[in-house]
């Protein structure tokens, strides 16, 4: 008998594996890999609903009128702004709800329950509760104001409360996550360190943070990406209006609204490939190991 | 109670007001009589359930809502079976393609759903699924698929390795060593990762507007953005409120029974990596 | 029961290492069989393979004559025992000793009297309702013990089943296993990497190293014949003395005096011839005695300093300082380091394990004696006993 160099051990784990992965596999392909695709094909198209039989090749003209287009620069800039400024209030407020959550002497159970709610909550219904409370007359935040403001139809209070929507609905996510990174750090290291002498603060700049680094670089990566893709909060509490469009709701604009595909699939890759930038300087050149995703 | 407790308690009520409040006032808006909408109270001075009466009478929220539970829990269920699978394999098995299968889920997880919306919405139309609810099942499955695969390979995972051989040399075969032994030891981190799914299907919105076009396939959240009132003169106000407050009391009520299963499902991959 | 034989077995890994190297073994029926070696020496990976949880690279399993190297594990009717246990944590210990019964689909009177009967062998009747988690170590192996035993395999496989338990119960658990492999007269293979439980079980033994069998013997003939260093080193509590020798006429020139060559030695090195002058000796700590207490003519005495005197009760070990030359050391630190035994080769000491009754004291210079015919001679280049071969 010769030698197999697999075995029908061997090879009826693999078959198993292939097997077992297969549906998962085929039905991520389907709906998401061929559309990325066919997207990609669609932006370098002429492919206007309304006008469907003027359908022709145009190479980059898309992606030529996109990136020529205030809208689109003005959405992006938007979209950036927001991205940023939210995910860093969410750093330093959910990196307190983590420590409250982890260090709590009383009503552990209670306040990690509590924040699962605007983590849970449907967005585009949390997102009402802010417009209706930031209307003049209904709500009970803008009656706190002047009354003649109507902060929804100004641009940057309109921005303020996008970001105040974005920032009560996903802080909790992040603070989990960094929750997640605290309980692994060894009380043991806290106590030397307040035996060698170091204050709370100096222990926690010095040793906690060091050390849950990768947990901060993975919510931070996270939150980043779904960030990017702001959609729900935008659409009801201004739908774009005074200038507050995302490149998300520009580009359902344009599907939606305009019928087109070519302008629509360009926006689309454009995103797509903003997002895997950003992706990829985090795993690349900050190092942010690449975990089960979350969200 | 000592110092340390009382200034607990504080930072905890702080927190509790943070999370709950937002959810309190709309909670008041729904039961305001809709001739006091316009005072601005944060507490409803005449309180009825008039709000919550119309959206099921006007019937532009019963359905809907049918819609919502119907295609959540579909695709919740497709997700996980297809999801127990895979994981099973990435966690346990030696193929090729494992590492292929854990980077495109995370690919996924991390795609903005924008991106996919005009293809899908020009595929689904040539496919007839534009406005069904398999047009909605598909991508929500697509999108539940990274969360349980990586929750439920994390489960797998801490499970000894050993109580699989066992079963092999009690004489299970491969299925029946996964069914008897490695099922019922997974299911806490199939219900979590059920949960989970569940809450991310519901939570969608931007699928359910751009692939849905009329109430056979829209899902409540959609629903609730399309809505007019009872009457064409009448404000919506009401409704919507009383229309958020029925799809958030799912997830209040996940919230209160599954508190460890969730938190502990939303930090298992993050720790791990 | 059965008869198992491994031919030319051989476990080689994608990149070209082999865990394990053209094993031949003949396991008869009922026999117990221990695999004993230091970690990483392919024990358990045969008994995985054994046990058809590993893949056969090459060779040929054979399980009452017929090949089973395709054949999966549950298709081989052969039961294991697990370090760890690997007892079902969401089933009580009724429910995991029905396992396999239930897997093998028999009615339900069957069951319930072979747990009962397994049950009362090992004193689990009163623990039937509970679950693994709510038992103590030593009860948890017990019902490892059980599940393997409840559907009278052809073959028990033992990985390390008693390593997690304290020495006392090892101890206790020791004497019941062997207890109840004879009264079932299983044939049973045993991993282990711990000598004593490897002399005091096995009928057999086979001594592993680095993928390679050393040496397949009973207890006795591993101890009194190694077939080699390692072995000799391996076998033995406190482990054998070695001390560089140089054959000169008709002794052996060695730290601690000139050895006289027995008869016994003689021949084994004409026949066996040693490649040249150099040889190393072992000496069993056993071997050694207070000479106060030995009257026999032939014994070989030889005076020294004690340095370290540690009373056991039942006997004394004096460890005496010798000075070998640092060649020889190298020598033996590379086969310390190759053997995974640091601590034992190498050292420049010597551990003689004297009467109890012996007034000797740390400090103290003494005599002490041995008989020559006692000591083993082995090759310095190979580690091959010069003496003993088959």
């Known amino acids: 008998m010769s030698a197999r160099p697999i075995s029908d051990g061997k090879a009826a784990e693999r078959r198993l594996g292939w097997w077992l992965c297969a549906p998962a596999a085929l039905v991520m392909l389907i709906v998401a890999g061929w559309p990325i695709l066919y997207s990609v094909l669609l932006s370098f198209q002429r492919f206007d609903l309304r006008f469907p039989d003027d359908k022709a090749w145009i190479g980059f003209d898309n ?190 604009h344009n599907l939606i609204g305009g019928l087109n595909l070519g302008i629509g699939s360009t926006m689309s890759v454009l995103i797509f490939l903003t997002v895997a930038l950003i992706a990829f300087i985090f795993i690349k050149v900050l190092g942010t190991s690449t975990p089960g995703s979350d969200k | 109670m000592t ?235 009401g409704s919507i409120a009383a229309a958020a407050v029925v799809i958030t009391i799912p997830i209040v009520l996940f919230v209160l029974f599954f508190q460890r299963r969730i938190v502990s499902g939303l930090t298992s991959g993050a720790v791990k990596g | 029961m059965a008869e198992i034989v491994l031919d030319k077995v051989t476990k080689r890994f994608r990149d070209g290492t082999e865990a394990v190297q053209e094993i031949d073994l003949t396991i008869a029926d009922k026999e117990f069989l221990i695999l004993v070696g230091p970690s990483g020496c392919g024990k358990s990976t045969t008994l995985n393979m054994i046990a058809g949880l590993e893949d056969i690279s090459d060779g040929e399993l054979r399980i009452d004559g017929d090949r089973v190297n395709e054949r999966s594990p549950q298709d081989r009717n052969i039961a294991m025992v697990f370090q760890s246990y690997a007892l079902y944590p969401h089933m009580t210990v009724r429910e995991n000793m029905e396992f396999p019964l239930t897997i093998a689909k028999l009615d339900k009177a069957t069951i319930k009297q072979k747990i009962d009967e397994a049950a009362e062998i090992l004193e689990l009747g009163p623990y039937l309702d509970r679950k693994p988690s709510d038992l103590s170590g030593g009860q948890r192996q017990r019902v490892a013990m059980g599940r393997a035993i409840v559907r009278k395999p052809k073959a028990f496989l033992m990985d390390e089943p008693l390593s997690n338990l304290d020495a006392k119960l090892r101890a206790q658990m020791r004497t019941s296993i062997s207890r ?77 005096g000139e050895i006289p060559i027995s008869d016994r030695l003689r021949s084994g090195l004409s026949e066996h011839g040693p490649t040249g002058r150099d040889v190393i000796v072992g000496i069993r700590p056993e071997a050694f005695e207070d000479s106060r207490f030995v009257d026999d003519q032939t014994a070989f005495t030889f005076p020294h300093d004690i340095d370290i005197v540690e009373s056991l009760g039942s006997a004394k070990l004096a460890y005496l300082d010798v000075d070998i030359d640092a060649r020889a050391h190298e020598h033996f630190a590379e086969i310390a380091q190759e053997s995974g035994a640091e601590d034992v080769f190498g050292s420049q000491q010597i551990v003689a394990q004297l009467d109890a009754r012996s007034p000797v004291r740390e400090g103290d210079s003494m005599e002490i004696s041995f008989r020559p015919d006692d000591i083993q001679l082995f090759d310095p280049t190979d580690g091959t006993n010069l003496t003993e071969h088959d």
């Open chain 1, 63 to 252: 992606y030529q009128a996109v990136l020529s287009s205030e809208y689109w620069w003005n959405a992006f800039g938007v979209t950036t702004f927001i991205m940023i400024v939210s995910v860093a209030i969410e750093l330093v407020l959910g990196m307190i709800l983590a420590i409250i959550m982890h260090r709590t002497l009383v009503g552990r159970g209670l306040v990690r329950t509590v924040v699962l709610i605007p983590y849970g909550i449907v967005t585009v219904v949390a997102a009402y509760g802010w417009r209706y409370a930031w209307t003049p007359g209904t709500g009970w935040l803008a009656n706190l104001l002047d009354e003649s403001t109507a902060p929804l139809t100004e641009r940057p209070s309109a921005i303020a409360i996008i970001i105040l929507a974005e920032v009560w609905k996903t802080t909790p996510f992040m603070a989990l996550l960094l929750l997640a990174g605290l309980t692994v750090v060894p009380e043991e290291l806290l106590r030397a360190a307040s035996i060698d002498g170091a204050s709370k603060w100096q222990s926690f700049v010095r040793i906690t943070l060091p050390l849950i680094r990768p947990a901060i670089l993975v919510a931070l990566l996270f939150r980043m990406l779904d960030a990017f893709r702001i959609y729900d909060n935008i659409y009801v509490l201004t739908n774009g209006g005074q200038d507050t469009s995302s490149v998300s709701i520009l580009t359902y």
């Open chain 3, 180 to 256: 109840l492999q004879k009264s079932l007269g299983t044939t049973t293979v045993y991993v282990t990497h711990d000598q004593t439980e490897a002399m005091t079980l096995g009928d057999r033994i086979v001594v592993m190293r680095a993928g390679i069998v050393q040496q397949i013997g009973t207890p006795q003939d591993l101890y009194e014949r190694p077939a080699n260093l390692f072995v000799a080193g391996f076998i033995g509590s406190p482990t054998m003395n070695f001390l560089p020798g140089e054959l000169v006429n008709s002794s052996i020139a060695t730290a601690i």
């Open chain 2, 3 to 237: 110092g340390a407790q009382i200034r607990w308690s504080i930072l905890n009520l702080v927190v509790v007001v943070y999370a709950l409040v937002p959810v309190l006032w709309l909670l008041s808006l729904s039961l305001k009589d809709p001739s006091t909408f316009t005072d601005g109270k944060f507490i409803p001075r005449e309180w009825t359930f008039d709000n919550y009466k119309n959206i099921f009478d006007v019937g532009e929220f019963t359905r809907p809502l049918i819609n919502s539970i119907g295609i959540a829990i579909i695709a919740t269920l497709i997700a996980i079976v297809l999801g127990v699978f895979a994981a099973y394999a990435i966690a346990r098995l030696d193929f090729p393609g494992k590492n292929v299968m854990l980077g495109a889920s995370l690919l996924i997880a991390m795609f903005p759903q924008v991106s996919l919306v005009t293809p899908l919405f020009e595929i689904e139309r040539r496919l007839g699924l534009f406005n069904t609810w398999a047009g909605l099942i598909f991508p929500y499955v697509t999108f539940a698929l990274p969360l349980t695969i990586y929750i439920l390979a994390s489960f797998f995972k801490e499970i000894p390795w050993e109580l699989e051989k066992a079963a092999k040399m009690d004489g299970a075969s491969p299925f029946q060593a996964f069914r008897k032994v490695i099922v019922p030891l997974a299911a806490p981190g199939v219900v979590t990762a059920a949960i989970l799914a569940f809450i991310q299907c519901w939570n969608d919105f931007l699928f359910a507007i751009s692939l849905t076009s009329t109430d056979r396939a829209r899902t409540a959240p959609a629903a609730i953005s399309f809505f007019t009132g009872a009457s064409q003169f009448e404000d919506p106000t």
